[in-house]
C-alpha cells in the first residue's frame, strides 16, 4: 500500500525554524515528485513548494527564500525546512506524490496524499 507520511511539526515562536519530513512506504519516491502543501483554519489548501524526480523546485511567494524542499533518495524522504516563520505559516502541511509529473504547485496534480502534519507559530 502506498503511503505517505509527514513529520517534524510543532510549536514554535516566530523566526524559529523547524524541518518537515515526508516518508514514504510501499514505493520508492525517486521516480515522482513531491509537492508540500499547507491548510490553514478556514482556508483552501495551498501549493507552497515542490521537487521535481530531476530535483527541480519551486516555491509560492510567501515561503520564497524562507523555505527549502530538498530530496534523499537513499532514505525515500522529502524534506522542508522551514526559516524564519511568521504566525501565518501555521497550518497543518502535506506532501504530496506524483508519477513523473512536474514540479507543480497544483494540488489537482498529485495522487497520493500524507495525513500532513501541525504546525504552530505563535508567541
Known amino acids: 500500500q502506498l503511503q505517505l507520511v509527514e513529520s517534524g511539526g510543532g510549536l514554535v515562536q516566530p523566526g524559529e525554524s523547524l524541518r518537515l519530513s515526508c516518508a514514504a512506504s510501499?514505493?520508492?519516491?525517486?521516480?515522482?515528485?513531491i509537492g508540500w502543501f499547507r491548510q490553514a483554519p478556514g482556508k483552501e489548501r495551498e501549493g507552497i513548494s515542490c521537487i521535481s524526480k530531476s530535483v527541480g523546485t519551486n516555491y509560492a511567494d510567501s515561503v520564497k527564500g524562507r523555505f527549502t524542499i530538498s530530496r534523499d533518495n537513499t532514505k525515500n524522504r522529502v524534506y522542508l525546512q522551514m526559516n524564519s516563520l511568521k504566525p501565518e505559516d501555521t497550518a497543518v502541511y502535506y506532501c504530496a506524490a506524483q508519477l513523473y509529473g512536474l514540479c507543480t504547485l497544483s494540488r489537482g496534480a498529485y495522487s497520493y496524499w500524507g495525513q500532513g502534519t501541525q504546525v504552530i507559530v505563535s508567541s
Open positions: 510501499g514505493f520508492t519516491l525517486d521516480r515522482y515528485s
